[in-house]
């Protein structure tokens, strides 16, 4: 027995195989401290070979937590989290106290594993999470650091509830400036999906959007050139100030980032005469990327970029790729 506090001392596997469900549920329920540690060491050691055995003691686990009758808020978060990972519909009921437990004074860990726990849910019930959208994002801006797991959140019910979210966009803003390398791909997901409710009333996001469609990381400046493009589709006039910034994602080495920057400035295109980035769209249509070229021709023909008709003429005539011929043929019939 180590009682100099070095290697601590493992509890016997035998308390796993001999998972006894009404004695856990009792014990914590139970007045007895110790007794009610000794059964959530033993839901903690169960959880992850077999999570199904656990799922009765989710009311528990939440009761505890909202009450505060432990100090161990880690365990029950993980296990929460680990539970709704196994059947969100038995989470479900008990989403209402969990969320309320995402407190400024909850520690960093137990908070991410919460939001671990709702998102679970979300992928499966999301119409169980979406009511208490103002307190999630009271909750995220009550933390000192932003929470990925929060913002995927967020991102996951904006796929079902892309509206409800606009209350979120000043905590989605706020990732792109912080810390966009860790949730902002998802936040820029989750924005795109909101604007294009015509729900969103103000822009002033669109600043931190921008400064990201350069960064080095692709998926990150792909889903900027593309929010961008969404809030192009509803409101150009927020966007056209950044015309340059985006005309120079046209010449980037990445086809991926190149087919983006060109539906985007394909949608500003019918608004503003930058006759500069009509020219370079079309110089898109001689890419060596298919899904470039394709790209170009869907913009060129949302733009009204007519000096590209002979080039789209003969792009549906002659592309190798179907997709850029039919896109270009749509594209020629629009001009």
Same mark, same amino acid.
């Given at each position: 027995m180590d009682s100099d506090g070095g290697m601590p001392i493992e509890r016997s596997t035998d308390a796993v195989a001999s998972f006894e469900l009404p004695t856990i549920l009792a014990r914590l329920d139970g007045d007895d401290p110790a007794s009610r540690k000794d059964a959530l060491e033993t839901v903690r050691e169960t959880v992850d070979t077999r999570p199904d055995a656990c799922l009765p003691t989710v009311p528990k686990l939440?009761?505890?937590?909202?009450?505060?009758?432990?100090?161990?808020?880690?365990?029950?978060a993980?296990?929460?989290?680990?539970?709704?990972?196994?059947?969100?519909?038995?989470?479900?009921?008990s989403v209402p106290g969990i969320q309320s437990c995402l407190t400024a004074t909850l520690s960093q860990q137990a908070t991410r594993d919460l939001f671990r726990c709702l998102h679970a849910v979300a992928e499966a019930r999301p119409d169980t999470v979406i009511d208490h959208i103002d307190?999630?994002?009271?909750?995220?801006?009550?933390?000192a650091q932003i929470d990925r797991w929060g913002v995927e959140l967020l991102a996951e019910l904006s796929k079902e509830y892309p509206g409800e979210i606009t209350p979120a966009l000043p905590v989605l803003r706020e990732v792109l400036r912080v810390a966009p390398q860790h949730g902002g791909?998802?936040?820029?997901?989750?924005?795109?999906?909101?604007?294009?409710?015509?729900?969103?009333?103000?822009?002033?996001?669109?600043d931190d959007v921008v400064s990201v469609v350069d960064h080095d990381d692709p998926p990150l400046r792909n889903n900027a050139l593309a929010c961008l493009g969404d809030v192009a589709a509803v409101t150009p006039s927020a966007v056209e100030p950044y015309d340059s910034a985006i005309a120079t994602a046209l010449e980037s080495d990445d086809p /991926?980032?190149?087919? /983006?920057?060109?539906?985007?400035?394909?949608?500003?295109?019918a608004d503003t005469n930058e006759v500069q980035a009509q020219r370079r769209l079309i110089e898109l249509l001689s890419d060596d990327h298919a899904q470039v070229r394709a790209n170009a021709c869907t913009?060129?023909?949302?733009?009204?970029?007519?000096?590209?008709?002979?080039?789209?003429?003969?792009?549906?005539?002659?592309?190798? /790729?179907?997709?850029?011929?039919?896109?270009?043929?749509?594209?020629?019939a629009q001009l």
């Open positions: 939440r009761k505890l937590l909202e009450t505060g009758s432990t100090d161990d808020e880690e365990s029950i993980y296990c929460l989290a680990e539970l709704a990972r196994e059947s969100p519909d038995d989470v479900a009921p307190e999630l994002v009271g909750a995220l801006e009550d933390r791909v998802s936040a820029l997901t989750a924005i795109g999906r909101a604007v294009r409710t015509d729900t969103v009333s103000t822009f002033a996001f669109v /991926n980032t190149r087919a /983006n920057a060109a539906v985007t400035i394909g949608r500003l295109a913009a060129i023909g949302y733009g009204q970029v007519g000096t590209a008709r002979n080039t789209l003429e003969n792009l549906a005539d002659g592309d190798p /790729n179907p997709a850029v011929r039919e896109r270009a043929a749509w594209a020629s």
